[in-house]
């Protein structure tokens, strides 16, 4: 077991009282058991602790990560950032959230098509399911994100758009689908060019970008999602750690960063830095857009106290990742925690990414 402390910024010490530092502190290092006693129990190969709390900044590694650049697969953490490179494209009047999704995507049509908006695929109400039926077919085949897109266009809607909440990865590939379609570029690199770059994120890639696999942290499959090959055999060549996955670039889940990389990607929503995407328009992403009695949902972004963990406010935004990740940050605090590991979301539970957070807000209280 590795573990090292690699940022601690001295303003730190310099600006905020003894006291709040201490308690930073106290948490911080809770948290960090945590993960390392996962680590050297051998349930958790990976792990990576980010926290900023307004001046405060620490990051620490553990495992094989070995040291604040190591970069993991994020899973669903990629739909916010792929999604603020389409957001870019609305700044620039290109689309607005109320479109029909047919107007850019002219197939989408048919059996209540017509009355998918844009805003319904960003915030999880438009009636696409998760995962398409054919998903292990087409990872199999290993087939290009233009293949999925072709049969989440034809899948059937499970409900009457706008009229309910579903969790829906189909709706973001389709969302960030009019992202191409509009600028004329692939996501990736429209993510890297409108996102990555100008936040600096330069421990970042939507696939591998300039990055090769043997620089990213493994998975541990066997413990994966059965969408993602976990159970299956044969699925080393198109699971999470293949490298057919990693260089695809997914949009609901291909990210590839580290953990200081997200708190780059958090603080342009919670700071309104407009770096990417303009104040307004990234306070627009991180309110709830869905009526009273469906989950709230920003766009692209989980919001609300569920967002994160126990003790943050109603104004916290955030996601999670079912490789073993999670990212959130609480405007009533000023707190930013990642804690991105290579343990999948659904091995165990309590899961120590969760409970690693729950320390963290702890300190917000």
Excluded at 11 to 17: F, K, P, R
Excluded at 41 to 49: I, R, T, Y
Excluded at 234 to 262: F, I
Excluded at 328 to 345: H, K, N, Q
Aim: net charge positive.
């Amino acid at each position: 077991m590795k573990r090292r402390t690699f940022l601690q910024c001295g303003l730190a010490a310099a600006t905020a009282g003894p006291l709040m530092a201490a308690l930073q502190q106290s948490r911080l290092d809770d948290a960090a058991g945590v993960l390392s006693q996962a680590v050297a129990q051998g349930q958790v190969a990976a792990a990576a602790l980010h926290v900023r709390q307004n001046d405060f900044v620490q990051t620490r590694a553990f495992g094989k990560a070995r040291d604040e650049n190591a970069m993991f697969l994020l899973g669903s953490i990629s739909k916010p950032i792929t999604v603020t490179g389409l957001m870019t494209l609305f700044d620039r009047g290109e689309f607005k959230l109320d479109d029909p999704v047919k107007k850019f995507i002219p197939q989408f049509a048919g059996d209540g098509r017509e009355d998918v908006l844009m805003r319904h695929l960003l915030s999880h109400v438009s009636g696409l399911p998760d995962q398409l039926a054919e998903n292990d077919a087409l990872r199999k085949a290993h087939a290009p994100l233009s293949e999925f897109v072709a049969h989440a266009v034809r899948t059937p809607l499970q409900f009457t758009p706008g009229s309910k909440y579903q969790y829906s990865s189909m709706a973001i590939l389709l969302a960030t689908h009019v992202a191409e379609r509009i600028s004329g570029m692939d996501i990736l690199s429209l993510v890297d060019q409108a996102v990555l770059q100008p936040l600096g994120m330069k421990h970042s890639a939507q696939g591998l970008g300039r990055f090769a696999q043997k620089d990213m942290i493994s998975v541990q499959t066997e413990f994966a999602a059965v969408e993602a090959g976990g159970g299956d055999p044969t699925a080393k060549e198109w699971d999470w750690n293949s490298p057919y996955w990693r260089k695809l670039g997914a949009p609901w889940g291909g990210t590839h960063a580290s953990a200081p990389d997200v708190d780059k990607f958090l603080a342009e929503f919670l700071l309104e830095k407009g770096a990417v995407v303009r104040p307004e328009t990234a306070r627009r992403m991180v309110t709830n857009q869905n009526p009273p009695g469906q989950t709230p949902r920003g766009l692209g972004l989980n919001v609300g106290p569920g967002a994160g963990s126990a003790g943050c406010s109603e104004r916290t935004f955030g996601h999670t990742g079912s490789t073993g990740t999670i990212a959130w940050a609480d405007p009533a605090s000023g707190t930013i925690c990642v804690v991105l590991t290579s343990l999948p979301a659904r091995a165990v539970q309590p899961h120590p990414r969760d409970t690693a957070a729950k320390h963290i807000a702890a300190a917000t209280r």
